[in-house]
């Protein structure tokens, strides 16, 4: 019988790095060399006077495993500081997608109608197709892709997830 903390679970793990080449794929590194996997990864600078980027990984894993994770990262020469955010901490989590849509007729109105509801932007149309971007919790992401793949889903481009800690909590 397993325990509460003996179950898996999803963490957004967010890391000032210093922006410098490599500092990328020693975090990288760290992940494939214990074999964890990455669900979602998304880097970029956030400060160009100290020049740090911030990485946000996306994980599953038990409690403890995700504090060997933190407490592996906080060693790497070029991090500054780690934050591991789960259920349970308040935080903000949110992906962008882009996502084709080849349909005429009645499908052409569906999509049009679903975009509406989930309140995706069409950032290109033709004829025959449209590109719809999307913003939202990756939950939300997930069930308009999977609605639009009866109506002619053509292809999906995603951002991966950016997280920051609810309240006065920073990183």
Known sequence: MTTQQESPVSAVISIQVENESGALARVIGLFSGRGYNIESLTVAPVDETRRQSRINIVTTATP??????????????????????????????????????????????????????????????????????????????????????????????RTGVAAIARGAAIL
């Not at 500081?81 to 962008?96: G, K």
């Not at 033709?126 to 992401?141: M, P």
């Open 64 to 157: 403890r495993v995700l504090e060997q994770i933190r407490a592996q990262v906080e060693r790497l020469v070029p991090v500054y500081r780690v934050s591991v955010m789960t259920a349970h901490e308040p935080h903000v989590a949110r992906e962008m997608a882009l996502v084709k849509v080849i349909a005429s007729g009645e499908r052409r109105a569906d999509a049009l109608r679903i975009a509406q509801a989930f309140r995706a932007h069409p950032v290109d149309a033709s004829a025959t197709s449209f590109v719809f971007e999307l913003t939202g919790a990756t939950d939300k992401l997930d069930a308009f892709i999977d609605l639009m793949r009866p109506l002619g889903l053509a292809e999906v481009s």
